[in-house]
């Protein structure tokens, strides 16, 4: 019977094959098992700003949304026109938003940090059909951009 010398070269190279076969096999089932993480989403800042007109006899305000989350304007743009629904159906639904808004809003352990501002809304101030517009479509815009449901919607 022949005994099998191993060379010790030989030896050192199996052991660093085999070494970095295992290196490489942790390596990448470390880097399979890591879960992606959402981009996460900016913190939310809209608001109404009234501003009063002195320039004419009666006494008016106009009001605006300021929206600062780049992609509104441009997903807003996607959007059919202001006259597509009445600025009633607007108003309705800018009701039922803005009050899960404001609850989420006064809950930020529950609800995190995204609802930063609070919305001042009230149904009894004509805010006007392009305001209710915009304002309608931010809060659809949350729902599409970030996977948020605000109100449930009937199908």
């Not at 880097?31 to 608001?47: H, I, N």
């Not at 815009?141 to 970030?146: D, G, K, M, P, R």
Request: hydrophobic share 30%; glycine share 2%.
């Amino acid at each position: 019977m022949r005994k099998n010398k191993t060379n010790p070269q030989n030896r050192a190279f199996h052991l660093i094959r085999a070494f970095l076969i295992v290196a490489l096999t942790a390596s990448f089932a470390v880097s399979a098992c890591k879960t992606t993480k959402k981009a996460e989403a900016p913190e939310q800042k809209v608001k109404l700003v009234a501003e009063n007109d002195t320039t004419s006899s009666k006494d008016s305000t106009e009001y605006e949304l300021i929206v600062l989350d780049p992609k509104f304007d441009s997903w807003l743009a996607t959007q059919p026109p202001a006259n597509y629904y009445s600025q009633q159906y607007y108003e309705n639904w800018n009701q039922r938003y803005v009050t899960e808004w404001n609850y989420r809003h006064d809950n930020p352990i529950h609800y995190g940090n995204f609802y930063e501002t609070r919305i001042d809304y009230s149904p009894n101030i004509d805010y006007g059909l392009e305001l209710n517009y915009k304002l309608y479509y931010y809060f659809r815009f949350i729902e599409h951009e970030y996977g948020i449901v605000l109100v449930q919607r009937g199908k």
